[in-house]
Structure formats: C-alpha cells, structure tokens
C-alpha cells in the first residue's frame, strides 16, 4: 500500500473545520492522513482540533511543511497570497477557498509559484459541482444573456473583503465557464451598508461575442436567492443552485426559424394554441437533483488531481480568471461612488506573521 497524502488544513474556522471533517471521512477510502490544523488563535485551533481529533499548530514552520503533502486554505482572504506562495514553492498541493487572492496581481504570484514547482492548484469555487448546474451545461450553447441573482443575510464572516469577492465570486466563476469569450467592458454599481467593503452589488459584464451577463449579489438581504437564467441560442436555462433544480425550454424549430408567426393563425389556431402554445411550440424539461455534499466532492476531485496528475475542475487559472472581473468590478464600483452610501477599505486586522514563521 502506498503512502498516504498528509493534508493540513490552515484555518481552523467554520469552513476550515468542515474541510477537516471530510478529510477525515476520506481518510480510509482515499488512503488521506489529517496532520493538523494551523490556526493563530488558541480558541478555534482547540475546538477544531477536539472536533477533528487531531494536532493543532500555532503556525506553520519548516519541520510542519517538511511532513504535508497537500494543504486547505481557509484563512482569510488577504493572507492567501503568501500562505500560497509559501506552501506551492515547497512542492505542496494545494486546495485555496475561493476567492483566490484579493487581486489580480496575487493571483499571478500563486500561478507562477504552481507553475514552478509543478503542485496542483485548486480553487473552492463549489458551485461547480452543483448537479443542477453540471445538468444545465449540457443544454447551453453560445449564451446570448445572462442574469443572476444571489442574496443571503450577514453571516459577520468573510469581512475581510466585499460582497464582490465574497458571494459574486461564484457567479463571475460560472459566468466565465458557460462563455467562451474575453471580457470586453464591465459596469458596476454597489453599497456599503455595514461592513466597510460593498455589501450590495450589481454589475454588467459585457463580452467580445456580444453575450451581457447582469449579475445581483447581496449580503444584507432579507430572502435569500441563488438563481441564474441563461438565454442562448436555442434555449432558455433556468437554474436554482439552493434546490438543486434545472429547467430548460427548447422552443420547436418553427419558432427558431421564425416560422412561427401567431398573426398568421386562423381562428381555429389560434383557440388551439390559447390552450396549448407551451407545450407545444415552448416544451419545458426539468430536473431535480438530491442534495450533495459539494465540499466532499470538492475534495474527492483535489485528490483525483493528486494522485493522477490531471487537472482539478476549478484550476488556479480559472480561480485568477474570476479574480481579475472582481477587481473590474470593484474599480467600476469605486469609479461611481455617487451612487454609494460610503465607501472604504476595512483596515487590516489579519497578518500572516500570525500564521508562520519564516521558512
């Protein structure tokens, strides 16, 4: 039997402990050994640990990384650079949560350091493993227009960064795999509220082939969303990532080559298709998917990657893809600040001294 893959997981949170547990649900069927959690404070270092029964480190130091194969970081967000560039130069896989830096220019620091010592770098942009959205794919061809909405309450994390990097990431990263085409202009508007960063933002990214993308996020919502529509060639896409749902109308090839013209019906037609027209001319299928565990299959794919060598389904690149529309987004955003209650960078208040030593 060979060796198992050490993982540690850095960020002993609410997101890095659940990393942790599912590490340690896999850790027999995909031959993983669970190091540790690395976590400046004492208090959530000791809870993770007690929940994931393993050892907690202060931070990371030489004789640590010497001793991982792979590594989750769940950190905040203005750390990821360096704990990236720390961890991929020393050869050591690593799984980044979204969003992958907070600019465009961290991002090709993490890129260059993957590319040299050739580890794998996964983004956690889980979404992508939404079955309904994996459904969806295969009825979408050469998108026209695209809306999204995503909406949820303060949940007072993820306060390092605006709503922009912090739920809009996910849809920018789906926007971007559906349209195969560079990014021509983005517009963007947004509201700070509570947080010190955008807590409300919708922006307009438009593309070289003339696709538009509207796409809503909000962090001080009362009802939550996570919904897309995609109008492309010959269909209309509905996806409802909270339930798992797919849609899809395929209009009848009469209407797709404009054969179809309801001022030429006779009074007998237009009875029948007064009763009939979706069904007949606009068919709807749709699809409901079971709930997944999107963070297991996350890293069931990390592992793949691993031992086979293959790419991840969200690779570096595509993580610094979606990074660099945020940072359009952001700047838009800044452009146009009449429109803002206030706007201000939240101070710094996370330090990656507190996470390692020099190595």
């Keep these: 039997m060979s060796n198992p893959i050490r993982i540690v997981v850095i960020g002993a949170g609410k997101l890095g402990t659940f990393h942790g547990q599912k590490i340690r649900a896999l850790e027999e069927e995909l031959n993983l050994e669970l190091v540790g959690v690395v976590d400046p404070s004492e208090s959530q270092r000791v809870a993770a640990c007690r929940k994931l029964q393993c050892r907690g480190f202060a931070e990371l130091y030489s004789g640590l990384l010497d001793n991982v194969d792979a590594a989750v970081v769940a950190a905040p967000t203005p750390l990821h650079r360096d704990l990236g560039v720390t961890l991929l130069s020393r050869g050591i896989h690593t799984l980044m949560e979204k969003p992958l830096a907070i600019s465009s220019e961290q991002t090709n620091a993490l890129l260059a350091a993957s590319r040299k010592s050739g580890s ?160 007949e001319m606009l068919p709807q299928m749709t699809r409901s998917f079971a709930s997944v565990d999107a963070l297991e299959l996350e890293m069931r794919d990390f592992v793949r990657s691993i031992v086979s060598g293959r790419a991840p389904r969200v690779t570096g690149q595509a993580g610094a893809d979606a990074v660099v529309v945020a940072e359009k987004i952001i700047n838009s955003i800044k452009r146009n600040q009449r429109v803002l209650h206030r706007f201000a960078p939240a101070p710094e208040i996370f330090r990656i001294e507190d996470y390692r030593k020099a190595v």
């Design 120 to 279: 794998i770098l996964q983004v956690g942009h889980v979404e992508r493993f939404n079955p309904a959205f994996t459904e969806a794919r295969k009825h979408i061809n050469q998108p026209r227009y695209i809306h999204s909405k995503r909406a949820s309450g303060f949940t007072f994390r993820s306060v390092d960064v605006g709503v922009t990097l912090d739920l809009l990431i996910h849809d920018i990263d789906l926007v971007l795999t559906l349209v195969n085409s560079p990014v021509a202009q983005v517009d963007a508007i947004g509201q700070t509220l509570v947080s010190g960063h955008e807590d409300v933002v919708q922006a307009r990214i438009t593309f070289e082939n003339d696709c538009v993308a509207d796409l809503e996020a909000s962090r001080v919502s009362r009802v939550p969303s996570r919904k897309m529509e995609v109008w492309s060639e010959d269909s209309f896409t509905e996806i409802d990532f909270a339930n798992r749902v797919m849609s899809c109308v395929h209009p009848e090839e009469q209407v797709l080559c404009g054969q179809f013209d309801v001022n030429r019906l006779d009074q007998d037609d237009l009875n029948y298709f007064k009763e009939n027209l979706m069904d």
